[in-house]
């Protein structure tokens, strides 16, 4: 049974604790919040503008996600237990399919983006020290649209591990998806890799061959 010592020295030790925090956290969902709107604002001024080419918006888009997004653990939330099954050959050949297939879908989005706005609204704690950045997209004429963040502090920088559009988990969407590839090719991952390749082939040959 604790002293009564004992006890108010665990209790500053509480306090002393939840003081120190309190600065840290406020500290990191500020850092948080400034890091999305950064994203947001590179992509609408450097990706988003108008007069040049499909293959340089892909280029810019492609440095803007690689910076910004942690991939490797994005791949293994998509793949879950295959991330497991599969060789290293094969994480990292989906590891550069699944960045090819954002790339050129997103290229295309932003091409016809015009005068879009993110407004942040807030910034949540999640477990495992994540956090949730809820935002909007504001549009012209057309209601917003609700855009949460998943990121994740890697050091000295934020990553993005997850976006929900409408509440729609990209990286559960795409687990769904290429599980489902899976689960028909047998359960190899061969098979989902070789979707993705003509997936790629198809959106790079569109993409690129689209109007500027």
């Known amino acids: 049974m604790l002293s009564r010592r004992s006890l108010i020295g665990l209790v500053a030790a509480v306090v002393s604790t939840f003081a120190v925090s309190l600065p840290a956290r406020a500290e990191m969902e500020t850092e948080a919040r400034a890091f999305i709107q950064k994203l947001a604002d590179t992509a609408m001024n450097n990706v988003a503008v108008k007069g040049i080419s499909n293959e340089d918006r892909a280029n810019r888009f492609r440095t803007l996600f690689v910076d910004t997004f942690d991939l490797p653990e994005i791949g293994k939330l998509v793949l879950a237990r295959h991330w497991r099954v599969a060789t290293p050959e094969q994480q990292q050949e989906f590891l550069r399919l699944f960045e090819d297939i954002q790339v050129y879908t997103w290229t295309r989005r932003f091409k016809d983006y ?23 997209m504001l549009r012209e004429k057309l209601e917003p649209i609700a855009v949460s963040w998943r990121v994740r502090r890697e050091g000295d920088v934020f990553k993005v591990l997850d976006i929900k559009v409408e509440g729609a988990s990209m990286a559960l969407t795409h687990r769904s998806e290429y599980g489902s590839v899976i689960q028909s090719a047998g359960g190899r991952v061969d098979g989902l890799l070789q979707a993705l390749r003509k997936k790629v082939a198809q959106l790079r040959a569109e993409t690129l061959a689209a109007a500027n």
Do not use: A, K, Y
Request: proline fraction near 4%; charge should be negative.
């Open 114 to 136: 015009s005068g879009e706005t993110l407004e942040i609204l807030g910034v949540q704690p999640e477990s495992g020290g994540d956090f949730l950045v809820d935002s909007r």
